[in-house]
């Protein structure tokens, strides 16, 4: 007869301690591939700005060409 430790079952925290100790450690993706969320904000502000400034130019010029 086989006796019963041989036919127990690993527990998963087990086979999960088992599995980090075998794979490659990889950092958050977050750390990898950072968000861009402020430099694409800023471009963005600076590009309504400079519209802004643009169209008040514009309108002044033309205001003043047919005065």
């Not at 690993?10 to 999960?16: Q, V």
């Not at 950072?34 to 130019?57: A, D």
């Amino acid at each position: 007869m086989r006796s019963k430790k041989s036919r127990e079952v690993p527990a998963y925290s087990d086979i999960l301690r088992q599995q980090e100790t075998e794979d490659h450690y990889l950092p958050p993706r977050k750390v990898i591939h950072p968000s861009e969320n402020g430099k694409w904000t800023r471009i963005f502000y600076q590009t309504v700005l400079w519209l802004f400034v643009l169209l008040v130019i514009g309108l002044t010029i033309w205001g003043i060409s047919y005065k």
